[in-house]
């Protein structure tokens, strides 16, 4: 597999950065799950279970978990809706087979799917979550818009992902935080410093607060709410249609 290396992704071109998504995912699925809890100083899990806890108490709510990684609020979601069917995708096959193996879930199923041609029929799913999801969307407008066609009426939505400050200081502020840890952590376990550095890469073509949820406005989601973390790098968003 050739090196990562940031110089050679356009995070403007949908196409150029789902390549390198799939590129990247395969290198860090063997040590993805060391990393999250690295990289948040042990508080993954908690932001995720916080994720869990505002969505409804329905049992058979019928779920998606995008770009589902390894698993982790997949499962989490198959403990809340036992009832209900759970589906989790991903990009990246290197990632899903991981997750498969650690499934013990009877009502869970896994399958390879792009975020922006998730082929599922519309009105489908009560519940979609996502954990590091939308930032590293192709083209977030396109998802959102297939996050809205294929929900129900009414339907949840709750995603953690990094979040932009519109304060042009603060941004520059985390982007070196994020570009500093990341890159100390790929250099550890990877020899390149390019891996995890892209984070905050990433996040400089991501929306700040303020236009994400006026992009969600736009889209006719309603109820919008966020909850800051971690100093407000990171972002618990809930939205319904």
Known sequence: MA???????????????????????????????????VLSLGRDGAWKNMLIKLLPEKKASNCLDIACGTGDITFRLADKFSEG??????????????????????NIKFELKDMNHMDFEDNCFDVICGGYALRNSPDLTFTLKEIKRIMKDNG??????????????????????LAFWGSLWGIILHGNPDVYAYIAESLKYYPD?????????????????????????????????
Not at 29 to 35: D, E, G, I, K
Not at 98 to 105: G, V
Not at 159 to 172: E, G
């Open 3 to 37: 090196k990562i290396k940031l110089k050679s992704v356009d995070f403007t071109n949908p196409e150029n950065k789902k390549d390198f998504n799939g590129r990247l995912f395969s290198e860090v699925a063997p040590t993805y799950n060391f990393l999250t809890k």
């Open 85 to 106: 069917e759970i589906i989790g995708i991903d990009l990246n096959a290197d990632m899903l087979e991981i997750a498969k193996l650690k499934n013990n879930y009877p």
């Open 156 to 177: 949840k939505a709750v995603f953690l992902d990094f979040s932009k400050s519109n304060n042009a200081v603060m941004q520059r502020l985390t982007y070196f935080i």
């Open 209 to 241: 607060r303020i236009k994400l949820r006026e992009m969600l406005k736009e889209l006719g989601f309603k109820n919008i709410e966020g909850k800051l973390l971690f100093g407000g790098m990171l972002e618990i968003l809930k939205f319904e249609k």
